[in-house]
């Protein structure tokens, strides 16, 4: 009769503490909305490039330099020339190569590049960028 008695009162102490715990969700805190603009610092919208670049990979090729190639897509509206510029530095050094390529509107164009540099040089810690105007 004891045994009921201790895990009958074991129980309600549990429920009790846990009661407080479980008894209500957390309610959201914080303002809903952002805040307004100062009045006289309007907020501007940065402007989103209609050319951008897609995807860029590298590879040697059949002679065994650096080719890089990949995709610019143009989310314009109007078909656009791209100037894609790639910079690829061997130690320390830049390599500079430049295509252009008219891009439809809502599409993608592929371009390709290759370097006076041997894919084995720019492997061994070489370094890439891609940029596209």
Do not use: H, I, K
Request: glycine share 12%.
């Amino acid at each position: 009769m004891e045994r009921r008695t201790v895990l009958g009162a074991a129980g309600v102490s549990l429920a009790a503490l846990l009661g407080g715990c479980l008894g209500a969700f957390p309610r959201a805190t914080g303002p809903r909305n952002p805040p307004d603009a100062p009045a006289d610092q309007p907020r501007q919208t940065p402007d989103r490039p209609d050319l951008v670049v897609g995807t860029f990979d590298f590879e040697a090729d059949d002679e065994g330099s650096l080719r890089v190639f990949g995709t610019v897509e143009n989310r314009g509206d109007v078909q656009r020339t791209a100037t894609v510029t790639v910079t690829a530095r061997v130690d320390g050094e830049p390599f500079v190569r430049e295509t252009s390529l008219a891009v439809d509107p809502g599409a993608t164009a592929e371009w390709s590049v290759t370097f006076d540099v041997s894919y084995e040089e720019f492997a061994s810690g070489g370094d890439l960028g891609v940029d596209v105007d």
